[in-house]
Structures are given as C-alpha cells and as structure tokens.
C-alpha cells in the first residue's frame, strides 16, 4: 500500500503528521499522497511510458533500490482544499515546503534536477539511496533499526545488561567461577556486574565464559552498565 504512511519510519510519521497540523494552522489543507512503495509498486511506475501506457514518471527500476520512497522515508503530498491536487497558482507547494523544512525535513521543492515540490524526506541519509545502500544493503535491513531508533538510551542499556546474563549460559570456552579465577582486566567489571545483581552465576558459580567475559568488558568501557 502505497499510500500508508504507518509502513514508513516511525520519525517520518512523527513528522508527516506535525507537517498537516501545522499547514492547518496556516489554512493549507494537506493530505499525503505516495509513501512507502515496495519493489513492485516500483517496477509498475517504471513501466509506465514504457511497456505500459502514459507518461514516464521515474528512471528508477524497483529492484535497484534508488527511490526514497522504497526505504520508507520519503512521502509526497498533494493539495486537499478542492483547487486541484497540484495546483500552484498562490504557491501553495512552496509555503508547505518551508513549513515542511521547518519541522527538519528535505524538501524537493530545493533540488535543481529534478525539481519535485510535493516531496519530503528525512534528511539523515543524503539525498539519494547511496548511503543507505552502502550501510544497510536492503531496506528490510535497514528497518530493523528503525525500532532502535526510537529506543531510549535507557531502553538500550536494560537490552545490554540483559543479553550479558542470558549469555553468561550460551558460552562453553574456558570458564570461571569466581571472581578471584578471573583475570586482573576483567575483575572491576565482573565484581561490578555481580554487585549490581546483573551477573547471578549458578550453583556452580559464576560461569563466566572467556568470550562472554571479553564481551562484558567491552560493553563496561563503553559505559553500558554505568
Ligand atoms: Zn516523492
């Protein structure tokens, strides 16, 4: 469904929906046209003009990634106040687009080649594909951190010290018991992990895996378990 702005990334919604509000208040009535579009919603625009009837709308092919609408960060709107959906006699396109770069986002209405005034982006990523092709590779990659994204620093923290007792069990290598086996860089975050209640052990004892205690000590110098 081209038109769901809930299939784009969660920040984009955030603003879609800041962009309408505002452009009420200014009596500019917005609705939002394309969104997210997959490969073949794509492909089907690439036809047009082409194998299938009208005017050639894109250069780009679905399975090439290099439309921001494929990485669900891009949406276009149109005019809603019944003058017609792209009717730019009062430069209607233009006072949304500042609005619209008001709230941070990338307006096409600024690109030189092509000029697309009912486009919006977020702006993180550059103004094509490239770099998100180069970082994430697919988009379902890349929506896997969209979830990230939106976590808080807390949030981050609860996930780290959690994985660090669910893995104390997975590894099997060289393991130690007490935190007197454990060698000098590795003691002051063990002893903190175990004070703090994040490191239980088992009967046994501690458990703690060589690799599970590299682990832990990378995560401590970067301040996860401060
Ligand atoms: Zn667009």
New binding site residues.
């Given amino acids: 469904m081209s038109r769901d702005i809930k299939m784009c990334h969660p920040r984009l919604q955030e603003k879609a929906e800041k962009l309408i509000t505002e452009c009420a208040k200014q009596g500019l009535i917005v609705k939002l046209?394309?969104c997210f579009r997959s490969a073949a919603e794509q492909d089907a625009l690439y036809a047009q003009g082409r194998t299938k009837p009208g005017n050639i709308v894109t250069n780009a092919r679905g399975s090439s990634y290099s439309?921001?609408?494929q990485w669900g960060i891009?949406?276009?709107v149109i005019r809603n106040d019944g003058k017609g959906a792209y009717n730019n006699s009062d430069n209607w396109f233009q006072k949304v687009g500042k609005i619209g770069r008001s709230l941070g986002l990338e307006w096409?209405g600024d690109w030189t080649s092509p000029v697309?005034m009912?486009?919006?982006?977020l702006p993180d990523w550059g103004s094509t594909p490239t770099r998100l092709k180069q970082l994430y590779g697919t988009v379902n990659t890349f929506k896997r951190t969209w979830e990230v994204d939106e976590m808080t620093e807390a949030q981050v923290r609860e996930i780290a010290k959690k994985e660090a007792n669910d893995m104390v069990y997975k590894y099997r290598d060289k393991v130690y018991n007490k935190i007197s086996e454990v060698p000098e860089w590795g003691k002051a975050t063990v002893q903190k992990l175990y004070d703090k209640g994040i490191l239980k052990g088992t009967e046994k004892g501690l458990e703690i895996s060589e690799t599970l205690l590299r682990l832990l000590v990378i995560n401590d110098r970067a301040g996860l378990y401060n």
């Fill in positions: 046209g394309e439309s921001m609408h891009a949406f276009d096409g697309d009912p486009h919006f982006q």
